[in-house]
């Protein structure tokens, strides 16, 4: 399993903020869990890193960093 977390540049929504955001972590299967660190938290499952992107990445306003 690999660990990430989401480094928000620019909060385009006004919602979450910037700077570390949420928290996650790819299953061995590419499955992905996502735990919102934020004012209002959520955990949400994605099929794909890509996707995850796709849907929180805000044309590269956020970054997925992964750790060491």
Known sequence: MKRF???RIEDVSGT???GK???GIVFSNGWCALHWL???TSVAF???VAELEAIHGHDG???IV???
Do not use: I, M, N
Request: proline share 5%.
């Open 38 to 40: 934020t004012k209002y």
């Open 21 to 23: 955001v949420a928290e």
């Open 66 to 68: 992964f750790e060491p």
């Open 5 to 7: 977390w989401l480094e």
């Open 46 to 48: 994605y099929q794909s």
């Open 61 to 63: 306003r956020t970054k």
């Open 16 to 18: 979450s903020g910037t």
